[in-house]
């Protein structure tokens, strides 16, 4: 399972691209606004700013409501960056502007994804990428683990090639469950990709490592 930070913060897309395990990004308005970037302009700048750092595909997603608008978004975003997926919600307009956008050959992202059948229709559609959002159906007492699990059993039996991305993410318990669903794709706050590194006896095997070097002499 491939690992993409879901942020549009520089510092921690700079910081995950050193760690030499993050392979995308994934963004979306509510993250470009915690960042203070507002406008399609600074929108733009950023995402420039984020290919400069990942050698990956960055997600890029539309703010118009209906498949004119968000055809002529995602047109434009594609003209971004070397590697832009373009999200696009799973909405009744939604598949409509993926349709017609994965005929241009322009790499979509379909995200917003809160059931099989959404799943179903945007591979039919042409999307890339599917994104099921793990955290939000759990906040409704449902299970969001379930949706990647039924997904990806879905996509092997029938042979579909769109990817599934494991979204939503708000723990590493979510990122371990998420591999064994066999999800393609996690993507994941910078928080959770520090927290994944991290473990107790890890820290405390190394320091005893090294009190006991020192004892026997040291360097
Ligand atoms: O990738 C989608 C993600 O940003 C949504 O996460 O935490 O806002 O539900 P969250």
């Not at 039924?150 to 723990?171: E, P």
Request: glycine content about 10%.
């Amino acid at each position: 399972m491939k690992l993409f930070l879901d942020t549009a913060n520089l510092e921690e897309i700079r910081e995950g691209a050193e760690l030499g395990v993050v392979t995308g990004v994934t963004t979306n308005p509510s993250l470009a606004a915690k960042e203070g970037i507002g406008g399609r302009d600074r929108y733009r700048a950023a995402v420039q700013e984020i290919a400069d750092l990942i050698d990956g595909p960055i997600s890029v997603e539309v703010v118009s409501l209906d498949a004119a608008g968000m055809i002529a978004e995602g047109r434009d975003i594609a003209e971004w960056i070397p590697n832009p997926w373009v999200k696009i919600p799973s909405t009744t307009e939604g598949f409509k502007a993926i349709s017609v956008l994965a005929r241009d050959d322009i790499k979509i992202n379909q995200t917003l994804c809160f059931s099989v059948n959404q799943a179903i229709l945007g591979a039919q559609a042409g999307s890339t990428v599917v994104s099921p959002f793990i955290g939000r159906l759990d906040d409704i007492g449902q299970a969001g683990m379930s949706l990647v699990e039924d997904i990806v059993a879905l996509y092997r039996q029938h042979g579909i090639s769109t990817l599934v991305m494991a979204a939503s993410i708000r723990h590493t318990l979510h990122c371990t469950l998420a591999a064994r669903a066999g999800a393609d794709i996690a993507t994941i706050p910078y928080g959770v990709l520090k927290q994944m590194a991290q473990h107790p006896l890890t820290d405390a095997g190394v320091s005893r490592f090294l009190q006991d070097w020192e004892k026997a002499g040291g360097a």
